[in-house]
Every structure is written in C-alpha cells, then in structure tokens.
C-alpha cells in the first residue's frame, strides 16, 4: 500500500499541492508558537548583574494553589523578595564559595538642570553584590554612608567623577549623595548606583528582605543548581543558572517572558484550531476532486478499507514532508513575530528566543494527527459507496449532506450564538475574549451546513445571473449543481473576514467601554504623575494644603476559582485607593463604604463578589502582584469595575506590594492648579495634568498592538488559504472548460462566466463573514458601551472586504486564465 501510495503522489503531484501548502503553513504557525511558549520559559538576554555568579537564588513568581493541577498557576507581575537570612542557610551548602544578598531598587538621577537624567532606567543595590557582575572600581574607593559608586556610563552621562556631588531620588525627594568611585561592567541595558548596605536597606524599604541571593561555587562544583533547589524547596524560591538568570536580573525580561508563555498559549490554541480546520477542508476538497479515480477503484473491486488506507496512507506520506518542512518554517516564522513584538515594545530589542526540538516535534505530530483525521473524515463517502453506484454519481456531487455532519454544524452554530451572549452578563476582557471565540465556532459550524446554507442562498441568485447571457447561464447553472464546490471556495474567505472583523473590532469596543467608563468615574481635576511613579509623600503634601486627594496605585492581583473537579487560576486587574478617595473617584458602590478601605480590607467589583459569592464583612482570598497570600476583609462592591478593575485595596497595602513602593499616580479633586505648582521643583519629573485617565493608554495602544500582530499571523495562514482553496478548485475544472470550448463556448465567456462566480463567492464569504462577525460584536457593544453599534473606524471593515475580494478574484483569474492555455481537445485527453 505505502507503495502504492507514493507512485500515486508522484503521478498527481499537482492535486496534492494544495494538501502540502495547507499543512506546511498549518505546521510553520503551530511551530512558532511553541517556540515562542519555550521561549517564555528558556528565553533571555545575556546577563549583566550576575555575570560572574554561578547561581541566583530569587522569590519563586509562579503562584500555584496547593489543589491546583501541575499546569494551573500564575506568574507574579512583581519579582517577590526572599528572606535576608536565606544567605546564610545557602553560604552552608557544600560547594559553595559565597552567597552574597543583593539589594535592588529603583532610582532617579538628577542631572545638572534639576530634572532626572535621561537614558536607560537607574538601579540602586548595595556594593557587597557589585563582586556578581563583576564590578570593579577604576576610580576612588567603596561607598559608605552618604556616598555612592556610579558604573562608568552613567558617570560619564551625568559629568560625574569621584569626589563630586549627585543628586538621587527614590521614594523622597532628592539627596545629595557625594560620589565615592567610578566603577565599570560588561553589559549597558541598566544604570547601576551602589551604595553601603545600610543606605542600600533603607532606600530599598524592606526590612529583613533582598532581591535575590547571588551565589559563587567552589572551582570545580557541579550541579550546584540541583542541589540547592533540594535544600530550598520549601522556601518557595527559584534557582536560576545559566541564561535564565536574566529573568531575576532585569524586570522586563521576567515580564516578557510571562507574556510570551500566556501569548503562545492563547495564540497557539487559535493555531491549533484554524489550522485544523484549513486543513480538514483543503483535503476534502481534495478527495471531492478525485472521485472519480475511487469510483473506478470500488468498481473493479478495491475494497472500502483499501481505499481508506490508500488515502490514509497518501496523506500520511504528504502531511511527513510537508510537516517537517513546515517545522523548520516555523523557526523564521517565531523570528518575524518576535521582531514585530519588539517593534511595538512588548519584548526587549535584544531578548533570544529558544529554540529546540520539542516545539517543531510537537508542531510535526499536531500537523501529521490533524491530516490523518480529515484524511478518514473525508474518505468515508468514497469509500462507502457500492461498486455500482459509484461510477454512476461520480461526475455529479452528492446533492444531500450528511446528517451528522449537519447535526455538528447547528449544534455549533447554537453554541456560537451562545457564546456570543456571553458579553450581556461577564464585563471584562473576558466577554470581549467570548466574542471572538463565538465568531470563530460559528464560522466553523457554518462550514459545515455550508453546503446547505449557500445551496439556498445559490437558488436565490442564481435566477439572477441566468439572466446575463451565455456565461450568467453557464455560471449559474455550474453553482446551482456543484453547491459544494461553492461552499469549499466560500468557507475560507468567510473565516478571513469574520475572524479580522471581530478581532479588530471587539479591541476597540472594549477600550471605548473602559474610557467611557473611566470618564465617569475619575471625578479629580488633575492627575500628578512621575518618570518611574510618584513619591507616597507627594499625597501627603497636597493634603496639607486643605485638598482632597488619594493615592492611585495600579497593580494585579492572582484569583484561584474553584469548580467540582478544576481550579482556574488567572492574573487581574486591580487598584490601590486611599480611604479618603471619594471626592476623587466614583466606583458606583453598591454595598458597603469606600471610607472602611484601609490596611488590610478590599473592595470588590459587584459582578465578581457575586460571582465569587461574597457579601461586605466576607474574608477575600488571593495573591498580591508579588505573589504573597492575601486574606482580607471585604468593605465595599462596586459597578465600575471597567474602569478600576474586579479588585480596588488600600492604596498602602498595594504599594506595599510592588517593587518600587510608590503611588501610580495622584488623584487631586481642586480646580486650583496652583496648590500643586512646587510639587515639580520638590520633586523632579513630577508632572501635574488635567485629564485624568484611570488606566495607561499607552498600555491599551501596545494590547491593541499585540492582539493585531497575533492575529495578523493567523490571518496571514487564512490567506494563504484562501487562495489555495480556490486555485485548487478552479484548477480541478479545466476539462470542464475544455469540453465548454469544444461545445462552442468562446474563452471570453468561460473567462466571464468565472468572473461571475468569482463575484458570487466572494459577495456570500463578505455577506456570510459579516454576519458571523457583527453578531457577537452587536451583543459585546451593547453589554460594554450600551449601543448596539461596535466601535472603530468603517473604512478598516470596507478595507478587509476589498482585501478579501481582491484576493479572491485574482486567485479564480490567474488559475481559469492557466486551466486555459491549452488546446481544449489536448486538455481532454489528459489524465485527471
């Protein structure tokens, strides 16, 4: 049979390209997405900090309840510390030379004209951990109290030299500090000041708690790493070696990472899906195609279980190169997608992805399996007909559709318009999630009664294009009798316009929602904001003055949900007020009083309290942004939880909880500007604003970024697709077109009666794909925004459209014009 299988590849190379390009793109998006998932647990930059240490020893950032499955946990926005005293215990470990703590914080450094000093972010740490990178003094000595050593760059960018005097912020206003050394590193990505390990303490704001324990091994010690993870496996910690200690060194490196793991998961199972799915169908228009070949076979005796394995083992043989092939495609297609994720700020410039064998494995078996399933999907039919049927139904489709397969379609096509309800009753990035997850399995659900959907749509149209000559005869006739052929060439356009449409719209309609929602509920006159926050006793200042102002404090909390048998656990929003914020802000609160909101209480959106069923006087259970158990009393519910996100804490125990230790923002109720004049003089970088916005924009343009990139990949499969699907199809036709000819149709008309079915396709995919689309985003924007009117620009969806046409039209053209090169009665006596 195998050999069998590849004379018959070999001889119709042709009718299996369409077979191989779905699977080799199906396989190359399924590919980078693994690499990408790898690359958010082994992926990096090179080291700078901890250059020299063998070992870093930091606070573990997974968050993982002790119910959960392996696989169900949460990564920390925020590094959590670890214990002082954890360096000692480890200095104990045979093999080790040195376990130094190390200090980090973030700092300000005034230049010369009274404003922070421009360039990469500033570090502060205490000089004992300046042997991990290393650093060494090329100038004056080590810092004691009062002094600092600065690392050559930003000496050099500040006019500093030793003996001199700088000026350095942290959570106060600036101190002069007097530069005791100059010392210099490998590496350039952060500014380092170093200061003795008592300032060093006392900046840093964390009593008894370091950032992470640098460890140097005895010349000649191996697995180190293993060993210390035996002795500290209950100290909740990561050991890092080798390139993952980048991921404790720099922040925005464990944040890329976490990203790209929570990315690839949710893109990959997009992926997975669509790539099924465009490979499902590109093979049963493979084997429609053929049908007449497996009617031969059944009638000179192949039985249905040879003409399964003949088109089981064919694909198998296709899917193997096509898969492998599509695996390597994968590694430039990872690349592509990190570049465009770091041009709009997501990962770092220098960040490395890795590469191994496990994601182009995984992508081989996934494109293999999904062939090898809608390779038996689709010869069940020709292989099931009796010998003597077989050659009478081949030159004509089947007119019916199978049951089950339509029973499968209206079952998804309920559960799509379901889903889509979804946004009515769960606000959030979780009903705006909904949407496009319901657009999706309606496309798929109308794939499969396409058949039947676009086969009443065709006699509706068809009476139409009857009327426009020879070819609207020729054209109608060809997809009132051959509905299926239309429907495989409809499909895919339809999932390229359904699938951009909802993505980019439902982004847009949910960030309105948050604006609108923002608008109403930031009461303040003005906002005062920093470079890297704004200092706790900004606040305080305004107070003093008579004016009503609260700390804002933007954060995350992780939530566990527990159902019967699972345990969901996700990352949210949420945000730290004072108790004193009500003339600032207006949550809608529904129960209980904002003013309770003090150390140790929280206050929770209504839809999630309900949800989660708590009532005001409840105990609320969660994680903090750096991973620390929470158990806190509930004050207060609210409605706009759009705005201030599901959980809002005391503004000191957020911040208590965030690396920095400073306020997101000041919230000041005072149509006075001049109380807040000298706040930019006392404290440099301060800036005083008069719109108020509750949440980053910045942050909501590079979301909105992300998903377009995301989803720009996917699209770009579906294209490909597209246009795959339909040179396939309308390459299948050209002994049709020749016998046409030879029965005295002129090229022209053949050429106008395929511009006419071009036209038909591509006006039921637009119609179809529309449909598919504004029915989840009518329900998402009246859930979000309370008008049934999704929100974006119009000319993005013509756009789209006239993009789908495009492709459609050309790739019918080009392959009718090729069918057509050749002598009719030439083309006629060809093999099929």
């Not at 990505?189 to 964390?206: M, V, Y």
């Not at 076979?297 to 599509?326: C, H, K, N, Y």
């Not at 010998?387 to 019916?400: M, S």
């Amino acid at each position: 049979m195998l050999t069998l299988a590849w004379q018959t590849v070999k001889a119709r190379t042709g009718g299996f390209v369409g077979a191989f390009v779905a699977v080799l793109c199906g396989t190359a998006l399924v590919a980078a997405c693994g690499i990408l998932m790898e690359s958010g647990f082994r992926g990096g930059v090179p080291t700078q900090r901890y250059a020299a240490a063998d070992v870093v020893v930091t606070g573990d950032r997974a968050v993982q309840p002790p119910d959960a499955d392996s696989l169900e946990f949460e990564y920390a926005s925020e590094q959590p510390t670890v214990a002082a005293g954890l360096a000692g215990r480890i200095a104990a470990v045979p093999g080790v030379k040195t376990a130094v703590a190390e200090q980090t914080f973030p700092v300000v450094v005034v230049g010369p004209d009274g404003q922070p000093l421009a360039g990469k972010p500033s570090y502060g740490h205490n000089w004992e951990s300046a042997v991990l990178a290393p650093y060494r003094l090329k100038d004056g000595n080590a810092p004691k109290d009062g002094e600092v050593v600065l690392d050559s760059a930003l000496a050099a960018r500040s006019g500093a030299k030793a003996g001199d005097e700088i000026r350095v912020m942290t959570r106060s206003v600036p101190v002069a500090y007097r530069v005791a050394g100059v010392a210099e590193a490998a590496g350039d990505r952060q500014a380092a000041l170093f200061f003795s390990s008592a300032t060093a303490d006392a900046l840093a704001g964390r009593p008894d708690r370091v950032t992470a324990v640098g460890v140097l091994a005895e010349p000649g010690t191996r697995d180190l790493a293993a060993r210390l993870e035996g002795v500290l496996k209950s100290d909740h910690v990561t050991v890092s070696e080798g390139a993952d200690r980048s991921a404790a060194e720099f922040e925005d490196v464990g944040r890329t990472k976490s990203i790209l793991a929570i990315l690839a998961g949710s893109l990959g199972g997009y992926a997975v899906l669509v790539a099924i799915f465009v490979v499902a169908s590109t093979l049963a228009l493979t084997v429609e195609q053929r049908r007449r070949e497996f009617a031969l076979l059944r009638a000179v005796g192949a039985t249905p279980r040879q003409v399964r394995r003949l088109i089981g083992v064919e694909t198998t043989v296709v899917s193997l190169v096509a898969g492998v092939l599509g695996s390597l495609l994968g590694i430039a297609v990872s690349l592509g997608m990190r570049s465009a994720f770091a041009a709009i700020g997501v990962v770092p410039d220098d960040f490395a992805l890795s590469i191994g064998p496990i994601p182009l494995a995984a992508a081989l078996l996934i494109g293999v399996a999904a062939a090898r399933v809608a390779a038996w999907s689709a010869s069940r039919r020709p292989s099931s007909i009796k010998p003597v049927e077989a050659l009478g139904e081949a030159a004509v489709q089947k007119r019916d559709v199978g049951r089950a397969r339509l029973v499968i379609g209206w079952v998804l096509l309920a559960l799509g318009l379901g889903a889509a309800t979804v946004p009515l009753y769960v606000r959030g990035q979780g009903g705006a999630a909904s949407s496009v997850m319901a657009a999706l399995v309606l496309i798929i659900g109308l794939g499969l009664v396409g058949p039947w959907v676009i086969g009443g749509a065709v006699r509706l149209v068809a009476p139409v294009l009857g009327r426009n000559g020879v070819s609207g005869y020729l054209a109608s006739a060809n997809v009132l009798k051959n509905s299926r052929r239309l429907a495989a060439a409809v499909t895919p356009l339809m999932l390229a316009i359904g699938f951009f449409v909802v993505n980019f719209y439902s982004q847009l309609t949910f960030n309105e929602a948050v604006r609108q929602e923002t608008t109403r509920s930031i009461t303040a006159d003005h906002v005062v904001t920093g470079v890297t926050g704004v200092s706790p006793e900004v606040v305080e200042t305004v107070r003093r003055q008579g004016v009503a102002a609260t700390s804002l404090v933007r954060t995350q909390v992780i939530t566990a949900t527990r159902s019967s048998d699972s345990v969901q656990v996700q990352s949210r929003q949420a945000n730290g007020l004072d108790a004193t914020a009500g003339p600032s802000v207006d949550l809608g609160v529904v129960t209980g009083d904002l003013a309770d909101l003090t150390a140790g209480t929280v206050a929770l959106g209504a839809d999630h309290a309900s949800w989660e069923n708590k009532k005001v006087g409840d105990t609320v259970e969660f994680w903090y942004a750096d991973g620390q158990p929470a158990k806190l009393r509930l004050v207060a519910t609210y409605r706009h939880d759009l705005a201030f996100g599901d959980y809002v804490l005391s503004a000191a125990d957020a911040r208590a909880h965030t690396t920095a230790r400073m306020d997101s923002a000041v919230l000041v109720k005072s149509g006075d500007a001049a109380v807040l004049r000298d706040l930019a003089a006392r404290y440099p970088g301060v800036q005083v604003a008069e719109q108020v916005a509750a949440q980053d924009r910045g942050d909501e343009r590079t979301q909105f970024l992300l998903n377009l990139v995301a989803v720009g990949v996917i699209l770009g499969y579906v294209a490909i697709s597209v246009s795959n699907t339909l040179v396939m199809s309308t390459a299948a036709r050209r002994r049709e077109f020749a016998l046409l000819r030879l029965v005295g149709t002129g090229r022209r008309q053949v050429v106008r009666m395929m511009r006419a079915e071009a036209v038909l396709t591509v006006g039921l995919a637009a119609v179809l794909g529309t449909v598919v689309a504004a029915v989840p985003l009518v329900l998402l924007a009246i859930g979000m925004t309370g008008s049934p009117v999704p929100v974006g620009p119009v000319v993005v969806y013509l756009g789209a459209l006239a993009a789908a046409a495009l492709l459609g039209t050309v790739s019918i053209a080009i392959s009718t014009r090729l069918s057509l090169r050749g002598k009719p009665i030439d083309t006629m006596g060809t093999r099929e």
